[in-house]
T-cell receptor, first 111, second 111 residues
């Protein structure tokens, strides 16, 4: 079983559409994150959830809305997609010591 | 400017050669983490350094933390093709549950 699984792995969509990326973990850790990696491979934190509560929101546009229905899931919904949203989005799980376990990433391409 | 700067940005070394990657923080470090990303995959945790002067090794990779200089270095001895990838340092700069990543160093190992 994969500890952190993201779906879909690839997503190609048109500008203006709404899409979601899902993340599921089976490690039982309380802290979950969404990171965005741009074309230059720079990795930036977007959101952090602890036990279903939002802890960090790094000035991400409100078109991005994370949802944590339970401790094992943290989904990312994006409204009105823009070209600049094209990136690889990583879900990560924290063990409490900043040692993160990452998912394989979801590559989003907005045309 | 970024909180965490890595140098070099990219590196091509011949198999068997040694190399060093540096990570410099503009803020006080409370912990420094090294991760590796293989192309098209998520990040894998390598090592965590929390005390000034601390040095850790795993197989042929050694990392050191100079707390006063707010710097860390990652040294690979006798590089192999399996070492190829993107190395990212991550820093705990005092905000709970937040790991900030560096600009990344892309390593290629040639035969």
């Amino acid at each position: 079983d994969t500890a952190v699984s993201q779906t879909p792995k690839y997503l190609v969509t048109q500008m203006g559409n709404d899409k979601s990326i899902k993340c599921e973990q089976n490690l039982g850790h309380d802290t979950m994150y969404w990171y965005k990696q741009d074309s230059k491979k720079f990795l930036k934190i977007m959101f952090s959830y602890n036990n279903k509560e939002l802890i960090i929101n790094e000035t991400v546009p409100n078109r991005f809305s994370p949802k944590s229905p339970d401790k094992a899931h943290l989904n990312l919904h994006i409204n009105s997609l823009e070209l600049g949203d094209s990136a690889v989005y990583f879900c990560a799980i924290g063990s409490g010591a900043n040692v993160l376990t990452f998912g394989a990433g979801s590559r989003l391409t907005v045309l | 400017s970024q909180e965490l700067e890595q140098s070099p940005q990219s590196l091509i070394v011949q198999e068997g050669k040694n190399l060093t990657i540096n990570c410099t923080s503009s803020k006080t470090l409370y912990g420094l983490y090294w991760y590796k990303q293989k192309y098209g995959e998520g990040l894998i945790f390598l090592m965590m350094l929390q005390k000034g002067g601390e040095e850790k090794s795993h197989e042929k990779i050694t990392a050191k933390l100079d707390e006063k200089k707010q710097q860390s270095s990652l040294h690979i001895t006798a590089s192999q093709p399996s070492h190829a990838g993107i190395y990212l340092c991550g820093a705990d700069t005092g905000t709970a549950s937040k790991l900030t990543f560096g600009t990344g160093t892309r390593l290629q190992v040639t035969l």
